[in-house]
T-cell receptor, first 113, second 113 residues
Framework: KAGVTQTPRYLIKTRGQQVTLSCSPI?????VSWYQQTPGQGLQFLFE???????NKGNFPGRFSGRQFSNSRSEMNVSTLELGDSALYLC????????????FGSGTRLTVV | TQLLEQSPQFLSIQEGENLTVYCNSS?????LQWYRQEPGEGPVLLVT?????EVKKLKRLTFQFGDARKDSSLHITAAQPGDTGLYLC?????????????FGTGTLLAVQP
């Protein structure tokens, strides 16, 4: 059974640019959540998608957005990148909206220069 | 704001020693999940506990959920170098419009051979 696949693994962008990250959940999982991980703040919840609808959003500015497609694949977009957006972005999928646990991808390491 | 404090933040021990990691909050959670994360990878689910007072054992790892569902502990017996990693607790908040995991601050464990 394939795990959660995130692409790309590494990304270097310039301040002011925008970026799109992709996540393919485990087959059959309809819930996808995104997290930002930094050394200073730890894992911070960005948003959750279930059946193509955003169900929850964390405390991040509007520059962070996402969407989910009918096949449950999800993308997140960050516009007008800032240096502070440098982080490991993690996607997690679940069959039960996370109540009994998530399966995480390996993440996308974004560096903003 | 729901917060999960983990202690200790860092732990360096010798192979064969025992250790306990604590996860505390002033909030009640529907479930408590423990993950282990290795460098460059996403967190991997170790266990989920959902009932106050619940104890689960996974080989040398013992997890306990507090009676009031506000705290949890992870005890490792006879630690091995393969136990090295970042241990994260995560409180599940479910119901209504809320459905997300709140991650703890993390405990970085290094087991020396």
């Amino acid at each position: 059974k394939a795990g959660v696949t995130q692409t790309p693994r590494y990304l270097i962008k310039t301040r002011g640019q925008q970026v799109t990250l992709s996540c393919s959940p485990i087959s059959g999982h309809r819930s996808v959540s995104w997290y930002q991980q930094t050394p200073g703040q730890g894992l911070q919840f960005l948003f959750e998608y279930f059946s193509e609808t955003q169900r929850n959003k964390g405390n991040f500015p509007g520059r962070f957005s996402g969407r989910q497609f009918s096949n449950s694949r999800s993308e997140m977009n960050v516009s007008t990148l800032e240096l502070g957006d440098s982080a490991l972005y993690l996607c997690a999928s679940s069959a039960d909206r996370g109540k009994y646990g998530y399966t995480f991808g390996s993440g996308t390491r974004l560096t903003v220069v | 704001t729901q917060l999960l404090e983990q202690s200790p933040q860092f732990l360096s021990i010798q192979e064969g020693e025992n250790l306990t990691v604590y996860c505390n909050s002033s909030s009640v959670f529907s479930s408590l999940q423990w993950y282990r994360q290795e460098p460059g990878e996403g967190p991997v689910l170790l266990v989920t506990v959902v009932t106050g007072g619940e104890v689960k054992k996974l080989k040398r790892l013992t997890f306990q959920f507090g009676d009031a569902r506000k705290d949890s502990s992870l005890h490792i017996t006879a630690a091995q170098p393969g136990d090295t990693g970042l241990y994260l607790c995560a409180g599940g908040a479910y119901g209504g419009a809320t459905n997300k995991l709140i991650f703890g601050t993390g405990t970085l464990l290094a087991v020396q051979p």
